[in-house]
């Protein structure tokens, strides 16, 4: 693996920074889990560092790992489902899409959706025989994770009795609920994991590994990669030539100077690790009124049509240079840029340690707390409190002052009478407030849709199109996914983002059993999505961010239409 950068101006506070982090025995210290590289408190720090040396730690399990993958298949298995959030879902999503599945080797599908057409979706193609479940949270309490496990155990225990819990394995920390709850149940197996590993890091851990063994992928050679890039990334002295160093030292400065918005260019193939990296850079850097925005999904465009708060990183394949002329171009430009070679697939390995050390890096720099997310709790209390609510009364607190139109129903942080006005006081002057060191607006999109092609495809467009017209960075997130990701710098970074919020009222809806062999519901999967949106919503409100809600009357598409036509 290759890290170039390209600093332009920027050289001499650049070999500064690297002097001084080599000058405080950076290495030394986070491997001594030294805490007051962030924060003068040791709290989710002391605990949340052995992804540190993770790749070492987990290297002599890849024949423990293997094996366990051979059962899988000896047991008939065709497809697996990981029931997962955040740190515990996104990489094993990113190595099924990266390397796909060996041959004679089950596919792998991620649920991280309450969407209840996703879930309906996901049973309506289950093969009880054929089909296996990983159920994976760290806390072993995630409500997501644990709704949809108790919906699908229910469904195999209909079918297998008291052996259902042969077609489940857990991934979480020892002394969690779920570690009991698969004890209980009798679980094929449950892998516990180091627990002083955080969610977002622990791709290299059980978390990322178990998933990734059972699609065949070869765990020795991926650790190696990574094990390589851990003994770099540790070594005391030349940081100057050590990629880690280099990528965290460039993103913290850019950072610190109002260059916030980094802009993913990847291979196709490796496309879908933007998202691991997303969650990564977004809940580690969003707090404290600062943030590192990761862009993902918007199509490269001239240099003359980017503000100056961006920054770039282009990643691909040695072999695979067909953006390389635009890129250079930017660099000519003057915007700064980062470009990681791969010479093969599992490079990957090394690729994500080198990102998660670098956050670590950029952390310190940015004077933030990278290991905790409190904002993603805030919206988790809000969304509780939306549930208890409904459990009370039935529904759930209704939003007033609605605008209605002929595709959606608007919500907006104010009352406003008419849909125009609504929508242009959202976007008024988004693209003229820039601040040379705060950065400048953005705009997120939120789904709390089903994430299928179609609507990813409607999203992407319309990504494209505010980006193009606005000059303002734009990303989209499908709920609740990205409030375990995103969520945190929506909330906790300066307040620069202008917030769309799409949910719908799906013609189908499930119920939650309240526990598993039990029919008895006090809620659907209806019920808690669209408590997830309002509790993010009523969030946002309390950090006085700008949000608009859009209640889909209609399909995605048309409302996106009269959304086009409304802004001109």
């Given at each position: 693996?290759?890290?170039?950068?390209?600093?332009?101006?920027?050289?001499?506070?650049?070999?500064?920074?690297?002097f001084?982090?080599?000058?405080?025995n950076?290495?030394?210290?986070?491997?001594?889990?030294?805490?007051?590289?962030?924060s003068?408190?040791?709290?989710?720090?002391?605990?949340?560092?052995?992804?540190?040396?993770?790749?070492?730690?987990?290297?002599d399990?890849?024949?423990?790992?293997?094996?366990?993958?051979?059962?899988?298949?000896?047991?008939?298995?065709?497809?697996?489902?990981?029931?997962?959030?955040?740190?515990?879902?996104?990489?094993?999503?990113?190595f099924?899409?990266?390397?796909?599945?060996?041959e004679?080797?089950p596919?792998?599908?991620?649920?991280?959706?309450?969407?209840?057409?996703s879930v309906?979706?996901?049973?309506?193609?289950?093969?009880p025989?054929?089909?296996?479940?990983?159920?994976?949270?760290?806390?072993?309490?995630?409500?997501?994770?644990?709704?949809?496990?108790?919906?699908?155990?229910?469904?195999?225990?209909?079918?297998?009795?008291?052996?259902?819990?042969?077609?489940?394995?857990?991934?979480?920390?020892?002394?969690?609920k779920?570690?009991?709850?698969?004890?209980?149940?009798?679980?094929?197996?449950?892998?516990?994991?180091?627990?002083?590993?955080?969610?977002?890091?622990?791709?290299?851990?059980?978390?990322?590994?178990?998933?990734a063994?059972?699609?065949?992928?070869?765990?020795?050679t991926?650790?190696?990669?990574?094990?390589?890039?851990?003994?770099?990334?540790?070594?005391?002295?030349?940081?100057?030539?050590?990629?880690?160093?280099?990528?965290?030292?460039?993103?913290?400065?850019?950072?610190?100077?109002?260059?916030d918005k980094?802009?993913?260019?990847?291979?196709?193939?490796?496309?879908?690790?933007?998202?691991?990296?997303?969650?990564?850079?977004?809940?580690?850097?969003?707090?404290?009124?600062?943030g590192?925005?990761?862009?993902?999904?918007?199509?490269?465009?001239?240099?003359?049509?980017?503000?100056k708060?961006?920054?770039?990183?282009?990643?691909?394949?040695?072999d695979?240079?067909?953006?390389?002329?635009?890129?250079?171009?930017?660099?000519?430009?003057?915007?700064?840029?980062?470009?990681?070679?791969?010479?093969?697939?599992?490079e990957?390995?090394?690729?994500?340690?080198?990102?998660e050390?670098?956050i670590?890096?950029?952390?310190?720099?940015?004077?933030?707390?990278?290991f905790?997310?409190?904002?993603?709790?805030?919206?988790?209390?809000?969304?509780?409190?939306?549930?208890?609510?409904?459990m009370?009364?039935?529904?759930?607190?209704?939003?007033?002052?609605g605008?209605?139109s002929?595709?959606?129903?608007?919500?907006?942080?104010?009352?406003?009478?008419?849909?125009?006005?609504?929508?242009?006081?959202?976007?008024?002057?988004?693209?003229e407030?820039?601040?040379?060191?705060?950065?400048?607006?953005?705009i997120?999109?939120?789904?709390?849709?089903?994430?299928?092609?179609?609507n990813?495809?409607?999203?992407?467009?319309?990504?494209?199109?505010?980006?193009?017209?606005?000059?303002?960075?734009?990303?989209?997130?499908?709920?609740?996914?990205?409030?375990h990701?995103?969520?945190q710098?929506?909330?906790?970074?300066?307040?620069n983002?202008?917030?769309?919020?799409?949910?719908?009222?799906?013609?189908?809806?499930i119920?939650?059993?309240?526990?598993?062999?039990?029919?008895?519901?006090?809620?659907?999967?209806?019920?808690?999505?669209?408590?997830?949106?309002?509790g993010?919503?009523?969030?946002?409100?309390?950090?006085?961010?700008?949000?608009?809600?859009?209640?889909?009357?209609?399909?995605l598409?048309?409302?996106?239409?009269?959304?086009?036509?409304?802004?001109?």
């Amino acid at each position: 693996m290759k890290l170039t950068k390209y600093l332009h101006d920027n050289h001499d506070k650049f070999n500064e920074i690297l002097f001084n982090l080599e000058n405080e025995n950076f290495s030394q210290r986070i491997l001594s889990k030294d805490y007051s590289l962030w924060s003068d408190k040791p709290d989710e720090i002391i605990n949340r560092l052995d992804w540190v040396t993770a790749p070492n730690e987990y290297s002599d399990k890849y024949l423990y790992l293997e094996g366990f993958a051979d059962e899988i298949i000896e047991k008939g298995i065709k497809k697996v489902v990981l029931l997962g959030m955040g740190g515990s879902s996104l990489a094993p999503e990113v190595f099924q899409k990266v390397f796909g599945n060996k041959e004679n080797h089950p596919s792998l599908t991620v649920l991280d959706s309450t969407h209840p057409e996703s879930v309906i979706e996901i049973k309506n193609n289950l093969k009880p025989e054929e089909t296996f479940f990983i159920v994976s949270t760290k806390s072993g309490g995630t409500v997501e994770t644990l709704s949809l496990f108790k919906y699908f155990y229910n469904i195999y225990y209909e079918e297998f009795g008291d052996s259902a819990g042969k077609y489940f394995t857990a991934i979480t920390d020892p002394g969690s609920k779920l570690e009991k709850l698969a004890s209980e149940l009798n679980f094929f197996y449950t892998f516990l994991n180091n627990p002083n590993v955080g969610g977002r890091f622990s791709a290299l851990t059980y978390f990322g590994l178990v998933p990734a063994a059972v699609i065949g992928i070869d765990i020795s050679t991926l650790l190696t990669n990574a094990k390589q890039a851990e003994e770099r990334s540790l070594a005391m002295s030349h940081y100057d030539e050590n990629p880690a160093y280099v990528l965290g030292a460039m993103l913290g400065m850019c950072a610190n100077r109002g260059k916030d918005k980094l802009t993913f260019i990847f291979s196709g193939q490796l496309e879908p690790v933007g998202s691991w990296i997303e969650q990564l850079v977004a809940e580690s850097t969003g707090k404290n009124n600062r943030g590192i925005l990761p862009v993902t999904g918007e199509k490269l465009r001239k240099p003359s049509e980017y503000s100056k708060d961006r920054i770039f990183a282009y990643i691909h394949f040695r072999d695979d240079t067909k953006d390389s002329l635009e890129v250079k171009n930017l660099i000519r430009a003057g915007f700064p840029v980062l470009e990681i070679i791969l010479d093969d697939v599992y490079e990957l390995g090394n690729l994500l340690y080198i990102w998660e050390f670098a956050i670590a890096v950029a952390g310190h720099l940015m004077k933030i707390h990278p290991f905790n997310q409190p904002d993603v709790e805030s919206a988790k209390v809000a969304a509780r409190e939306m549930v208890s609510e409904y459990m009370k009364t039935g529904n759930l607190p209704a939003l007033k002052d609605g605008c209605e139109s002929d595709s959606f129903t608007a919500f907006y942080i104010s009352r406003i009478s008419h849909v125009k006005e609504v929508i242009r006081n959202c976007f008024e002057n988004i693209d003229e407030c820039f601040d040379d060191y705060l950065g400048r607006h953005y705009i997120a999109l939120q789904a709390f849709l089903p994430q299928t092609e179609r609507n990813v495809e409607i999203l992407s467009d319309f990504q494209n199109y505010l980006s193009e017209k606005y000059n303002v960075a734009v990303t989209v997130g499908f709920g609740p996914r990205f409030l375990h990701s995103t969520g945190q710098l929506h909330k906790g970074d300066f307040g620069n983002g202008v917030f769309l919020q799409f949910t719908d009222k799906p013609t189908l809806d499930i119920p939650i059993p309240d526990e598993p062999k039990v029919k008895k519901s006090g809620i659907t999967f209806d019920v808690l999505i669209q408590a997830q949106g309002l509790g993010d919503r009523s969030a946002l409100i309390k950090k006085g961010r700008k949000i608009l809600r859009l209640e889909l009357k209609r399909e995605l598409a048309k409302a996106v239409e009269e959304l086009k036509t409304i802004l001109g």
